[in-house]
C-alpha cells in the first residue's frame, strides 16, 4: 500500500519544519562537535563543581572529546597534562591556557555563563572537551 500525497505532503512539511528548528544558544556556545569527532562519554560534576583532568597526545584527548556538565554557578578546574606544547581556549568564556609539554597547566573559573562551550587546541584548531553548563 503506497501513502497518499497527504500524507507524503505531511510528512516533508515535518521534515522541513524539524530541521529550521534550533535550540537557543547564548553567544560563544557550540551545538555540535565538527564532522568526524565523536563525543565519547559525560562526566558528571557535583552541584558545586568538581575537578577532571585532561590529557592530550600531539593535541588530542587521550580519552576522545569528553562532555563535561556542571550546573551553573559551580566551580571547575580542569588541570591539563599535554605532551606537546598547545594553547587552549575555552569559547564562550573567553579562556586561554598555555599548556606546556612538562608541567601540568589548569583553567579554574566558576561556570556562570549556561550552555554549551568548546574547548579548542588552538594548535590543532580541534576540540578537545565539550563543558555544558546546566541552570
Same mark, same amino acid.
Given at each position: 500500500?503506497? %501513502?497518499?500525497?497527504?500524507?507524503?505532503?505531511?510528512?516533508?512539511?515535518?521534515?522541513?519544519?524539524?530541521?529550521?528548528?534550533?535550540?537557543?544558544? %547564548? $553567544? +560563544? /556556545?557550540?551545538?555540535?562537535?565538527? /564532522?568526524?569527532?565523536? *563525543?565519547? #562519554? /559525560?562526566?558528571?560534576?557535583?552541584?558545586?563543581? +568538581?575537578?577532571?583532568?585532561?590529557?592530550?597526545? #600531539?593535541?588530542?584527548? *587521550?580519552?576522545?572529546?569528553?562532555?563535561?556538565?556542571?550546573? #551553573?554557578?559551580?566551580?571547575?578546574?580542569?588541570?591539563?597534562?599535554?605532551?606537546?606544547?598547545?594553547?587552549?581556549?575555552?569559547? +564562550?568564556?573567553?579562556?586561554?591556557?598555555?599548556?606546556?609539554?612538562? /608541567?601540568?597547566?589548569?583553567?579554574?573559573?566558576?561556570?556562570?555563563?549556561? +550552555?554549551?562551550?568548546?574547548? *579548542?587546541?588552538?594548535?590543532?584548531? #580541534? $576540540?578537545?572537551?565539550?563543558?555544558?553548563?546546566?541552570?
Amino acid at each position: 500500500m503506497r %501513502p497518499t500525497p497527504y500524507l507524503q505532503t505531511l510528512f516533508v512539511s515535518a521534515l522541513l519544519f524539524a530541521g529550521s528548528v534550533q535550540a537557543h544558544q %547564548p $553567544p +560563544g /556556545a557550540h551545538q555540535s562537535l565538527p /564532522a568526524g569527532l565523536l *563525543e565519547n #562519554k /559525560a562526566i558528571e560534576l557535583p552541584r558545586q563543581g +568538581g575537578e577532571i583532568t585532561l590529557r592530550l597526545d #600531539k593535541g588530542k584527548p *587521550e580519552t576522545g572529546v569528553n562532555v563535561v556538565r556542571v550546573k #551553573k554557578a559551580g566551580n571547575v578546574v580542569i588541570k591539563v597534562q599535554s605532551n606537546s606544547t598547545e594553547e587552549l581556549h575555552l569559547h +564562550g568564556y573567553d579562556l586561554r591556557l598555555p599548556v606546556s609539554g612538562s /608541567a601540568v597547566s589548569e583553567f579554574r573559573f566558576q561556570a556562570l555563563k549556561t +550552555g554549551r562551550f568548546e574547548m *579548542e587546541s588552538h594548535t590543532t584548531h #580541534k $576540540p578537545v572537551l565539550i563543558l555544558e553548563v546546566h541552570p
